[in-house]
């Protein structure tokens, strides 16, 4: 399970942010883990003790509504992950909330917890295409339950604006965890063009938890929050003088001053004089009686990951920055990552080894490739423990990254953790051209697209998924990678896609969204 935090809190801390302009990720950014500390993962939906995988296909063409959208589910288990112990949901699956209609995009954004505190994690499933009414593309999402069978449509809760709003994307990012005592179970953050929804739903009672039939459960509270210029309380932890206000696109959690409560993270790019630049904002969770760090503002993003890379106890910041503006220094329009290590004054605190953050390029010393105009370097990030040492390793996707004369063939690279930080030696890039890896470069394939951590059989080592959205002209394939005693390896590596699952695979871009 992860950790998490108060609806009252989240809310007053969200002052922090601009509403104008606001741009939602187009794929699950949110959701990422809270960090690699024992109780954070939270994707076992019935109970099992086996991490299960979501995947979204939000181009999916379901009962011949082309980009209606569609989810899948795979089951852990002492073997793994497959595609047999599997299901499928779209919007005309029974119960689920609405109807799959075109250009929906369900599972566009994805995020999973323990939302009734039942200790079954549930899914949540962001729907920014949805129309309310004549309101167009106002958005919406769902929550699927989990039971001692795994998720289930039935009973299935249907969440959307107050005042929907066209172009609205409610659901467009999301965010489940525990940041308080306050709350039995995790809160739900909901991303829109203007303003943040969070929901506290009402415990499950004992017989529904201990039965196979799920009983509804509403939201018992809702707090709705729009986005405002930055504080003047927040506290930059770079050399900016004065942090910006942001589009924000995507959310995650970790809790980086160990306090053990997660800390939740609003990440986007600058508006105003100097915009388009990653800037991230850390809202500390904490107890109830306690009085929890400032806010922190952090230059990086707009996609950002946790995990604990240097085994200190803490959960680090990773941000991603793929088209950073070019400034004058070239290194820089190839993406950026930058790594922030937590500290009892969280990331980039006042205290320890939280300042300065340390960037990577691939440029950088060790690693693979060149920065070139449009790879994309750090389109996505997760983080994990691949080889069991306690520490966690970085994945980097790079969706734009060519292949000889192959454009947008795409990449991944996996850098190691240890106990002085994040370092390139023994350090995995592979493309589908690498030895091993099924398929063939191709160009828009966009390997590396979304790249996910996940630990599916529990043996303490995090094997990789990494997709591919535009593979075969935008059906899109996601790719197993296994780990052993050296970390991530090509070695036995397989490929899917939507059409696994009895799903229509033309368009459907699967693997554009990984719950992480």
């Known amino acids: 399970m992860r950790k998490h935090r108060s609806a009252a809190v989240a809310a007053a801390s969200f002052l922090l942010v601009t509403g104008a302009a606001i741009t939602l990720a187009p794929s699950a950014y949110a959701g990422t883990p809270g960090g690699t500390h024992a109780d954070d993962r939270n994707t076992d939906f019935n109970g099992d003790g086996y991490d299960d995988v979501l995947v979204g296909a939000p181009g999916a063409a379901v009962g011949g509504h082309k980009g209606a959208g569609m989810i899948t589910v795979q089951y852990g288990g002492p073997r793994g992950m497959g595609t047999t112990n599997a299901r499928s949901f779209s919007q005309n699956s029974s119960g689920v909330a609405g109807a799959a209609e075109a250009g929906d995009s369900f599972g566009k954004a994805l995020a999973t917890g323990d939302l009734d505190s039942d200790g079954y994690d549930d899914a949540v499933v962001g729907i920014p295409g949805e129309d309310i009414g004549d309101v167009a593309d106002a958005g919406g999402a769902v929550v699927l339950w989990g039971t001692p069978k795994g998720l289930t449509g039935s009973v299935s809760n249907w969440l959307e604006a107050d005042e929907p709003t066209a172009g ?177 004054s969280g990331p980039a605190g006042q205290e320890g080894p939280g300042t300065p953050p340390v960037w990577w390029t691939q440029d950088s010393a060790g690693v693979p490739g060149a920065s070139e105009q449009g790879d994309g370097f750090g389109a996505d990030l997760s983080l994990g423990d691949t080889n069991g040492d306690g520490l966690a390793d970085l994945a980097i996707g790079i969706p734009g990254e060519d292949v000889g004369s192959v454009a947008d063939a795409g990449a991944f690279t996996v850098l190691r953790g240890s106990g002085q930080g994040l370092t390139a030696k023994g350090v995995l890039s592979a493309t589908e051209g690498t030895t091993n890896v099924p398929g063939t470069v191709e160009k828009g394939d966009k390997f590396g697209g979304q790249v996910s951590f996940t630990d599916p059989n529990d043996d303490g080592r995090f094997g990789l998924l990494a997709s591919a959205p535009g593979e075969n002209t935008n059906d899109g394939y996601v790719w197993v990678f296994s780990a052993g005693a050296g970390g991530i390896t090509t070695s036995g590596s397989w490929n899917y896609g939507a059409s696994a699952f009895g799903g229509s695979s033309a368009d459907a871009s699967y693997g554009a969204t990984i719950d992480d």
Request: hydrophobic letters at 30%.
């Open 168 to 344: 609205g994307t409610f659901g467009g990012s999301l965010a489940a965890a525990r940041f308080s005592d306050t709350t039995p179970g995790d809160l739900l953050a909901v991303l829109d063009s203007v303003g943040l929804t969070t929901y506290q739903f009402e415990p499950a009672t004992e017989p529904a938890a201990k039965s196979l039939g799920p009983q509804a459960r509403q939201p018992e509270q809702k707090s709705r929050t729009a986005l405002d210029s930055p504080s003047k309380k927040a506290r930059s932890g770079s050399a900016a003088a004065e942090a910006p206000g942001i589009r924000p696109r995507s959310m995650t959690t970790g809790d980086y001053d160990d306090n053990g409560y997660a800390d939740l993270v609003v990440s986007g790019t600058s508006v105003g004089g100097e915009p388009g630049h990653g800037w991230s904002y850390i809202l500390p969770g904490s107890a109830s009686g306690d009085e929890p760090l400032p806010v922190t503002a952090v230059r990086g993003g707009p996609v950002v990951a946790s995990g604990d890379i240097n085994g200190d106890g803490y959960d680090d910041l990773a941000t991603g920055e793929p088209h950073s503006p070019d400034d004058g220094g070239a290194s820089m329009t190839g993406g950026l990552v930058g790594v922030y290590y937590g500290s009892a």
